[in-house]
């Protein structure tokens, strides 16, 4: 190495020495001085102080010989490496009681000692002169780009097993030693595809590892329970064992092309390079494989957990898929598709109950051509599904009839492209519908647990659709409920219109050759057939016709028509005007609301009782006092049902004329009272705005 190129990476050892070496120091004495906090495992306290030795031996070497990667560099290196491994294992694996940790660090942990004592061999052996260096510099750099893909394997695994609220306090760690094992992974992957390090990287990697302790540093303030108490989920299992199953293959890869350039002659390098360059093309292929990945978690399911589910994932999984979903045809399709997943099917459809709930019929699917078949309710295969509650295998099923009873399968199940099982939705004690899945991307035992996953899964898919199905009845209940209301105030006016009418009819045999009559009558007759269009309107379009904006009401005219309406029925209707008020509202509206009243107090009243209609102007108000000597309503009946629709002390009446005037005097701002005695008679009191003409519309303005 040449003098500068020696003196940066010096430097660079001399940097790492100084910060490890405080690092430590503050380890040490957080342990033995400030006894009040937490220390950290001294694993970790070991792995830093080797650093700073491994930076020292670094610094002395580098002045002395030039080499950078002397043996006792590499000695240094493999020590703080082995002790960086101990501390991760043991955070993945804490320790039980009466138990050593390094029982339970499985795989990884075998794989470190295997690379930490083949590379150490190495060292020896080429110490005592048993092994060329030439060996050396071809196998060195494999081993120690094994450690590096093994420590990333170890920080990925711990920080995806922390859980959520952890992952603050270790974000630092993680990148502290991520950055050191990636550096490392870079500068030896160089070596072993090139045949020799990089020696600019070289220089380098003591200030690199040497960035590392800030982050470090953090890590340690933040963590107070460096212990914390981990679990391995099937996600970090399968994710880890990938990226070691990919950093194997690319070792392997990398091993056959060193091999080739240097025995494939002038054309050694291009072939390199060329066999580099197809096995990433194929790991990446590997890597976005839907089928490649199902074997790869059923192969783990079935060799590392005595479980094949992680259920808390799955059920979370299976459970958010379905509520995300907003309208019948998206809750299809997740249902499908979140069952499929579950099995690792490609594909899957849905068959529901019709509404009439005569015969099942494909609502949706997912990957899965659609079917206009139609499965009877009553079929036997529905049947089955209902009285035996099972998964349908169809391959079973096809194979050994006699263990489903010889059922038959309807053809829109059995042809289905790659159908394989039948999953039903049972609610209750009946059945909702069932799911056709495909056969999976990889063979996939059906045992007792993965039908158990499936039965739960399928009896929750069937709560959630029928109560999407209540939903939309309930919805459609509401559209005919208003539908309902609105009919009633349209035969309620009907009614009135008919009364009119009869009434009409009634005088016409008395005064049909009487040129006013006739007048009156044809005014009438059109007024009628006015409203009844209006009504027709308000049926088609489901709600009132709009009325315009209100405006100044004569309340004297009105009370003087109604007095008049009531004399044509041969009745006497006592109106005082005290004041000569205007209200504001829609005039229509209004005179229905005093009609009804007036009608009400009529009909409650015998032709020798009293009737009456009361003006006048109290505290800025209109105030309306209808009033009779009649029979009178009960206080429960004025105080709980008076205002509801469909409530009357009338045996032919609906009830509907009170609570659309109660409505009405409401949105205008009005108060209505009502005073009724059982035997008495009753008043009731209207309280409505003053409309004044002289200031608000000089149009409205009464005569003299």
């Avoid at 899965?368 to 079929?379: N, Q, V």
């Amino acid at each position: 190495m040449d003098t500068p190129a020696a003196d940066l990476t010096a430097y660079g050892f001399a940097l790492a020495a100084l910060l490890y070496a405080l690092f430590a120091g503050y380890l040490v004495r957080t342990a033995y001085v400030r006894r009040a906090q937490l220390p950290p495992p001294w694993p970790f306290t070991g792995a830093v102080l080797a650093s700073a030795v491994w930076a020292m031996v670094g610094i002395g070497e580098t002045w002395i010989t030039g080499d950078a990667e002397a043996p006792s560099i590499i000695a240094a290196d493999l020590a703080r490496h082995a002790l960086w491994f101990l501390f991760l294992l043991g955070q993945i694996h804490p320790p039980r009681a009466g138990r050593a940790p390094w029982r339970d660090f499985g795989a990884l942990g075998v794989a470190a000692v295997l690379l930490i004592a083949a590379e150490a061999a190495l060292l020896a052996a080429v110490a005592a002169g048993a092994v060329p260096a030439a060996l050396r510099v071809r196998v060195e750099p494999l081993l120690l780009l094994g450690l590096a893909v093994l420590g990333l394997i170890l920080v990925e695994q711990l920080y995806r097993n922390l859980p959520e609220d952890s992952h603050w306090s270790a974000k630092p760690l993680a990148l502290g030693l991520g950055l050191m094992f990636v550096f490392d992974l870079y500068l030896y992957s160089q070596a072993v595809l090139f045949a020799s390090l990089d020696s600019d990287a070289l220089a380098v990697r003591g200030a690199v590892h040497a960035l590392a302790v800030p982050l470090l540093f953090v890590a340690s303030k933040r963590h107070v329970n460096w212990v914390g108490k981990l679990r391995v989920s099937r996600a970090a299992a399968f994710h880890s064992a990938t990226l070691l199953l990919a950093g194997v293959y690319l070792l392997f890869m990398s091993a056959i092309g060193y091999y080739v350039r240097y025995t494939g002659g002038e054309w050694g390098r291009a072939l390199q390079i060329a066999l580099l360059a197809a096995a990433l093309a194929a790991l990446a292929v590997l890597a976005v494989s839907g089928t490649v990945r199902a074997r790869l978690r059923v192969f783990f399911g079935k060799h590392l957990f005595h479980y094949r589910y992680d259920y808390r994932k799955e059920w979370l999984q299976f459970t958010s898929r379905l509520t995300a979903q907003h309208s019948p045809q998206e809750l299809a399709t997740s249902v499908t598709h979140g069952l499929a997943d579950l099995v690792e099917s490609p594909a899957g459809a849905l068959w529901l109950k019709t509404a009439d709930g005569s015969a099942f019929v494909q609502a949706g699917g997912w990957n899965m051509a659609a079917s206009a078949a139609r499965e009877p309710a009553d079929s036997p295969f529905a049947a089955f599904l209902l009285a035996r509650g099972w998964i349908v295998d169809l391959g079973e099923c096809r194979d050994r009839p006699e263990r489903y009873d010889h059922l038959a399968v309807p053809d829109s199940v059995r042809l289905a492209p790659q159908a394989w099982l039948v999953v039903p939705l049972i609610v209750g004690d009946a059945l909702a519908g069932y799911v056709v899945l495909a056969r999976p991307r990889t063979p996939l035992e059906l045992d007792w647990e993965v039908t158990d996953l499936l039965k739960t899964a399928a009896r929750q898919a069937a709560a959630f659709l029928a109560q999407m199905q209540a939903t939309e009845a309930l919805l459609e209940a509401r559209k005919f409920d208003a539908f309902n209301r609105m009919s009633a105030f349209v035969v309620h006016d009907l009614k009135n219109i008919v009364t009119q009418l009869s009434l009409l009819l009634k005088n016409a045999q008395r005064h049909r050759d009487n040129p006013e009559f006739q007048q009156d009558m044809l005014a009438t007759v059109e007024n009628s057939l006015e409203k009844m269009r209006q009504l027709m309107l308000q049926l088609r379009e489901g709600q009132a016709p709009a009325a315009g904006r209100p405006s100044g009401v004569d309340l004297a005219s009105i009370a003087q028509r109604l007095a008049a309406m009531a004399r044509d029925r041969g009745r006497e209707v006592e109106v005082k005007v005290v004041d000569r008020v205007m209200t504001r509202g829609h005039e229509e509206r209004v005179e229905r609301v005093l009609g009804h009243l007036v009608h009400n107090a009529l009909d409650a009243t015998r032709p020798d009782q009293r009737v009456w209609l009361k003006l006048e102007r109290a505290s800025g108000q209109a105030r309306i006092e209808v009033g009779d000597t009649g029979c009178g309503m009960s206080p429960e009946f004025v105080a709980h049902r008076l205002f509801k629709p469909f409530s009357s002390t009338k045996k032919t009446g609906m009830g509907i004329g009170t609570f659309e005037s109660f409505q009405y005097v409401q949105e205008l701002g009005g108060k209505i009272d009502v005073r009724s005695q059982e035997g008495a008679g009753t008043v009731v009191t209207l309280l409505m705005p003053l409309f004044d003409a002289g200031t608000e519309d000089r149009t409205l303005a009464l005569p003299a």
